[in-house]
Nanobody, 116 residues
């Protein structure tokens, strides 16, 4: 089973920034397209950013221009730089393979709270 270890969340004011990290030990990380997902209270989990093996990036419209996904294959780690945060970005953030496996495993996630 693949293990995902997310970190870097916290509480910030609107307009603030956070950088999330996700370590994925135990797999050949470089062969997988990776994504950052989030789940807000009462809502379904959604994919907000993805990065291909070659570094190509895709973003949900809601975060485009504010979030940047990157990866370090040598460290088996994917990052999410989040700038200009809004209250609607409040959620638990998870990383995982994109697209998800039929029966995906999930890490504990990292909480991001944007509030004044």
């Amino acid at each position: 089973q693949v293990q995902f270890v997310e970190s870097g969340g916290g509480s910030v004011q609107p307009g603030g920034s956070l950088r999330l990290s996700c370590a994925v030990p135990g797999i050949i990380f470089s062969i997988y397209r990776m994504g950052w997902y989030r789940q807000a209270p009462g809502k379904q989990r959604e994919l907000v950013a993805a990065i291909s093996l070659s570094g190509g990036q895709n973003y949900a419209d809601s975060v485009k221009g504010r979030f940047t996904i990157s990866r370090d294959n040598a460290k088996n780690t994917v990052y999410l730089q989040m700038n200009s945060l809004k209250p609607e970005d409040t959620a638990v953030y998870y990383c995982n393979i994109d697209p998800l496996l039929t029966v995906p495993s999930w890490g504990q996630g990292t909480q991001v709270t944007v509030s004044s």
